[in-house]
């Protein structure tokens, strides 16, 4: 485990914030030059604490205002590959996450649709073909908040 210091908690709560700041406003923004600000990014990329940079899309905005998460149980564990399931489920472009848990269920899928008869749809004619699946339960999500991580506020 990679030693933190105080500059660096300040630099990962900020990314956490705002992904695309630069080395150089970051830099500015803690008192750093921005070949240091770039070198503590760096070492922190290269100890594998930052693994890249997302782009959070608005998913209401593009149409897509309705997210379910999905438990599945696979039908027979034997018969049908995890591998086999896990490439079938995340062809499915609607299929935002593929998550193997340990539990009730044996994935979590974070789905996402137009409307809930879009999802019903996805649900019928993509998912439940799906190789393996057996037992389903849906939980629509009404409202999320971003939480601050490990790291504090």
Not at 76 to 82: F, Y
Not at 83 to 95: C, G, L, Q, S
Request: positive net charge; proline residues 4%; without cysteine.
């Amino acid at each position: 485990m990679t030693d933190l210091d105080d500059i660096d908690r300040r630099l990962l709560r900020a990314l956490a914030e705002d992904a695309t700041q630069s080395a150089s406003a970051l830099g500015r923004r803690f008192g750093l030059s921005q070949p240091a600000a770039w070198r503590r990014l760096r070492r922190l990329e290269e100890a594998g604490i930052l693994k890249g940079r997302r782009l959070v899309l608005d998913r209401e905005a593009l149409g897509f205002g309705v997210t379910v998460f999905l438990g599945v149980k696979l039908a027979a564990k034997g018969r049908v590959s995890l591998e086999d399931f896990e490439r079938a489920v995340t062809a499915i472009p609607e299929v935002q996450t593929v998550q193997h848990v340990l539990g009730l269920y044996d994935y979590r899928l974070r789905v996402v649709a137009r409307d809930l008869p879009d999802f019903e749809r996805v649900l019928r004619r993509r998912i439940m073909t799906l190789p393996g699946v057996g037992q389903l339960e849906a939980n629509v999500l009404l409202s999320e908040e971003r939480r601050p991580g490990p790291l504090g506020a």
